[in-house]
């Protein structure tokens, strides 16, 4: 039996997240719920590559200056991607070469190397891995140690990648498909705007769901940055169907959010937030990662010049310039910002009125806690299955185009300004569309903060994850102890 000893020492806990900023963040943000939950119990370390390092202090710095005494950092080498220059290590500095970290992400025999040595290195009490890297419930059952899994996307994406995969496999000719049995209003879409992961197009180097669902009995559980007044029948769903043996909600994990710390200069964009009227600016910005065409971004920048309304636009494409004049004609009423913004204190300011988004996973659980309405501009990945449940469950946001959509670079249709102006119209005029969706917004961002509060549903989880993560430890030191 493990002494009492080794039972008192506090548990180190050693997290994994995949390349990219959009992962690193909510890993980070856990580390720390965890260890703040639990300062006397819980020791956490995020590991990641050299370049990301910056990425974990950023998040760590959002949640005050104690916070990075609190979660250690490790790092283990990037494998050598061909096509990838040295110290390009996240999607969102990869560009259009991003396929490149998203196969090597997968590929055991690239990354298993490094992680492995890492994990082994620094001999943690548990696990908890991202769900690219499914060979860590292998590594961690040889060392002995529980591993879980924590993924960003929520129950409503994760049940319905699993149900529309099963539909694409019996028929793959369709060109539309219905995910068979998913809960609430009928989920259909377009194979253009599904994952190859999920089609018959399914890239032999990429993400495969089903090497993670024949991994799952490995995991002692599914952790996710959600809340059940969000997802709840799509969490009973996926338990039911047994995609996870235990599954813990804890998010939004960005929230509390710290009081702000004196001396802290305020950005620039929030100063010109606080010139605008209230619920008047549409705030836009597609991510860190997925590309957009030049020709595009033209077009979305005289949209929102034709929309007469305000807005605030942080772009991520270093070499796009707007089109001739467009700066002198917008004026004051717009702002262009290029690379990071604070998208959280953003969206909580009175003066946004709704945000123009790629419905990337976080970006849609911050708008939903800041009770902000969303205008939908789906990308790559999972987001046209997250637009869905934006648009057709919780009803707090509507698409900026209805014409032709694709998931894939190569087959994507330009969307004209005169779309986008009449879609930011439509929603910001009074009496709009955007009313309707503002107060239902409003409502499930009481339900997150009450959700987070203390005896909430992902406070309470929160614990009963922590609990979950000592027990394990436990449970493996006896079985270690067991005579062979």
């Keep these: 039996m493990a002494s009492a000893a080794e039972r008192s020492k506090k548990l180190r806990v050693l997290l994994v997240p995949f390349f990219a900023t959009s992962h690193i963040g909510p890993f980070t943000d856990l580390a720390v719920r965890l260890v703040a939950a639990r300062p006397d119990a819980v020791d956490p370390t995020v590991a990641v590559t050299p370049a990301n390092v910056s990425v974990v202090r950023s998040a760590l710095n959002r949640h005050g200056s104690a916070a990075s005494s609190m979660v250690g950092v490790s790092t283990y080498p990037f494998p050598e991607v061909a096509g990838?220059?040295?110290?390009?290590?996240?999607?969102?500095t990869a560009g259009a070469e991003g396929w490149r970290i998203d196969n090597a992400a997968v590929n055991e025999a690239l990354t298993r190397p490094a992680q492995e040595a890492l994990?082994?290195?620094?001999?943690?009490?548990?696990?908890?891995?991202?769900?690219?890297?499914?060979?860590?419930?292998?590594?961690?059952?040889?060392?002995?140690?529980p591993c879980f899994r924590f993924s960003v996307i929520g129950f409503f994406s994760m049940l319905a990648m699993r149900l529309l995969a099963a539909t694409v496999a019996n028929d793959s000719d369709s060109e539309e498909v219905t995910a068979a049995g998913f809960p609430g209003p009928k989920l259909r879409i377009p194979m253009s705007e599904l994952p190859d992961f999920l089609t018959c197009q399914r890239n032999p180097d990429g993400f495969d769901l089903r090497k993670l669902d024949q991994s799952r009995k490995r995991f002692h559980g599914v952790i996710v940055n959600t809340f059940l007044g969000i997802e709840q029948p799509y969490y009973e769903k996926f338990i039911l169907a047994g995609y996870a043996n235990r599954a813990y909600c804890v998010g939004p994990l960005f929230l509390p959010q710290p009081p702000a710390e004196a001396n802290v200069g305020e950005p620039s964009c929030i100063s010109w937030l606080d010139s605008k009227p209230s619920r008047s600016v549409v705030y836009v910005c597609f991510g860190s990662f997925a590309t957009v065409s030049q020709e595009q971004l033209d077009e979305l920048a005289l949209g929102l010049e034709a929309s007469g309304k305000p807005f605030l636009w942080a772009v991520r494409a270093d070499g796009w310039l707007p089109p001739a004049g467009w700066e002198d004609r917008v004026g004051n009423r717009g702002m262009l910002v290029?690379?990071?913004?604070?998208?959280?204190?953003?969206?909580?300011?009175?003066?946004?009125?709704?945000?123009?988004?790629?419905?990337?996973?976080?970006?849609?659980?911050?708008?939903?806690?800041?009770?902000?309405?969303?205008?939908?501009?789906?990308?790559?990945?999972?987001?046209?299955?997250?637009?869905?449940?934006?648009?057709?469950?919780?009803r707090i946001g509507e698409?900026?185009?209805?014409?032709p959509r694709s998931l894939r670079y190569e087959e994507k249709t330009v969307v004209p300004?005169?779309?986008?102006?009449?879609?930011?119209?439509?929603?910001?005029?009074?009496?709009?569309?955007?009313?309707?969706?503002?107060?239902?917004?409003?409502?499930?961002?009481?339900?997150?903060?009450?959700?987070?509060?203390?005896?909430?549903?992902?406070y309470s989880d929160l614990r009963r994850l922590i609990d979950a993560l000592v027990e394990a430890r436990a449970a493996a030191g006896e079985a270690a102890e067991q005579p062979q």
């Design 338 to 394: 290029r690379g990071w913004v604070p998208q959280t204190a953003i969206l909580a300011h009175p003066a946004t009125a709704a945000f123009l988004t790629h419905c990337g996973s976080s970006s849609l659980l911050e708008a939903t806690a800041a009770g902000v309405p969303l205008l939908t501009w789906p990308l790559v990945f999972d987001q046209f299955i997250e637009e869905r449940l934006v648009t057709d469950v919780l």
């Design 84 to 92: 990838l220059p040295p110290g390009v290590e996240n999607l969102s």
């Design 119 to 145: 994990i082994k290195d620094r001999s943690p009490d548990v696990l908890i891995t991202d769900v690219h890297f499914i060979w860590n419930a292998h590594v961690a059952e040889d060392l002995g140690i």
């Design 417 to 458: 300004a005169t779309a986008v102006a009449r879609a930011v119209v439509k929603f910001l005029e009074p009496g709009g569309t955007g009313n309707a969706a503002r107060l239902r917004a409003q409502e499930l961002a009481a339900k997150a903060h009450a959700a987070v509060a203390e005896g909430g549903s992902s």
């Design 399 to 403: 698409r900026v185009w209805d014409g």
